[in-house]
């Protein structure tokens, strides 16, 4: 097929990129020129493992290109995927001014019958909206469809050409039958709905997930107290099928550009028709707090001593494999340490840059290696389970630090890693050594 992908952000690019690779003829649009003169320069905007090397895989095969041109872009495509961005409200709504913006430019351009799909997260009844505003401009014939995206930063094209399964919110049969013909090629559990209920589809599933983390989180919280290990709960939860283990890991809770966001739009959703979703309110609450758990832990070791101590950090983006920094628990965390007069000396091995961007001016020590980071430190926190912090020797980092004290807010080293230390180990939900 001739597809057009607007806008280039992580659903955009790695959605593009991965049509392509299935052989299609993409054409990936966006507004920003800069962006566009990197990857038309074989750069990739956002770090993604494996994206830059099908990126110009595709390239140089001529099934992908990229331009600011949206009219040209939709003018030879016959299908037309919205992935722009829906940033939050200060009320926790989807701001849809990309969208709708989109819509008119897509409109004013069609010279034919047109597919639009809408790949961004968006309210239920968006694409009708987007139908309308289309229809209103335009006497050209098209289809909406929503697809939503399931894909994880870190692991995008991973999930992208190996999906668990395609969700398509159609009206009419033979656009369903198209999209369907599309994305064959990955996966035979396509799933075929009304549009209203693909649109929700992405929210539940966000906000299941969501619920899970919180859940299994305030599971920890109570081991913490009761002398149980989360990580053995976890694993005789998941065995059963009804459960399943993934998205059972305790830990200082969910980040990123996601879960965060989808979770609180559809807390809004729901308030929008007179209904409270106390269940999703609880999840983001639990999730909050969970991110002080590593700060409890230093308040109960240092107690009103722990101003003036120098602490170490070790990862700041929301999750490994990424520098998305976004709503990353390690931002409200150094800054409660930096807040309260802590010295802290940060380290991530990719998204130091975003982080300080997003930061600002701060006296934190930005560090260039794991090691380096906890020199003469009186206690370490681990915030992101980055492969390089498991694979330091213990005896060097202990060397390194003031005091050999270790929090780990993922849950990264069991108990025979510490063996012949001399670490106080703490983690989230399993007993703490010493
Ligand atoms: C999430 C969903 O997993 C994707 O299916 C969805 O497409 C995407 O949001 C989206 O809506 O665009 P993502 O935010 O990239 O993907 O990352 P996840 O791997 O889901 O992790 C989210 C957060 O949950 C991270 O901060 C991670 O550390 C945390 N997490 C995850 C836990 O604390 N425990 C777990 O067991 C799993």
């Known amino acids: 097929m001739n597809i057009t992908v607007i806008g280039t952000g992580y659903v955009g690019l790695v959605s593009g990129v991965c049509y392509a690779e299935l052989g299609n003829r993409v054409i990936c649009v966006d507004k920003d020129r800069g962006k566009i003169d990197t990857l038309n320069a074989g750069g990739i905007p956002i770090y993604e493992p494996g994206l830059k090397e099908l990126a110009s895989a595709n390239r140089a095969a001529g099934r992908l290109s990229f331009t600011t041109d949206l009219a040209e872009a939709v003018r030879r495509s016959e299908l037309i995927i919205l992935a722009v961005g829906t940033p939050p409200l200060p009320s926790g709504e989807a701001n849809l001014d990309y969208i709708d913006q989109a819509a008119l430019e897509i409109a004013d351009a069609m010279n034919g019958y047109k597919i639009v799909a809408v790949k961004s997260t968006v309210p239920v009844g968006t694409n009708e909206r987007l139908g309308k505003l289309i229809r209103a401009r335009t006497s050209k014939r098209f289809d909406s469809i929503s697809l939503p995206e399931f894909l994880r930063e870190g692991s995008a094209i991973q999930d992208t050409l190996h999906p668990d399964r395609i969700v398509i919110g159609a009206d009419s049969p033979s656009a369903a039958a198209t999209m369907a013909l599309l994305h064959r090629p990955l996966t035979e559990r396509i799933v075929v709905t009304d549009i209203r209920s693909a ?45 399943g283990s993934s998205f059972l890991k305790a830990g200082i809770g969910y980040g990123g550009s996601c879960f965060p966001k989808d979770t609180r739009a559809l807390i809004q959703i729901a308030g929008n028709v007179d209904y409270e ?83 600002g001016k701060s006296d934190v020590v930005w560090c260039d290696g794991a090691l380096d980071t906890a020199r003469g430190a009186d206690a370490l926190c681990l915030l992101t389970e980055w492969e390089e912090f498991s694979q330091v020797d213990l005896g060097e980092l202990q060397a390194a630090l003031n005091r050999p004290i270790l929090i780990d807010g993922r849950n990264v080293f069991k108990e025979e890693h510490l063996l012949g230390t001399d670490f106080v180990y703490y983690s989230v939900g399993r007993p703490s050594l010493s």
């Open 277 to 359: 979703f106390k269940l999703l309110r609880s999840v983001v609450e639990v999730n909050r707090d969970q991110r002080f758990n590593v700060i409890r832990k230093l308040e109960t070791i240092f107690g009103s001593e722990l101003n003036g101590k120098t602490i170490a950090v070790w990862g700041l983006a929301f999750k490994p494999n990424t520098d998305d920094v976004r709503d990353s628990p390690a931002l409200d965390i150094i800054q409660h340490l930096v807040d309260n007069g802590v010295n802290v000396r940060a380290y991530d091995p990719i998204a130091t840059a975003n982080f300080r961007a997003l930061f």
């Open 199 to 243: 649109e929700m589809i992405k929210y539940a599933s966000n906000a299941f997930l969501a619920t899970k983390i919180s859940f299994i989180n305030e599971i920890a919280n109570i081991c913490e107290k009761v002398g149980a290990d989360v990580t053995q709960v976890a694993e005789g939860m998941g065995y059963d099928s009804r459960i």
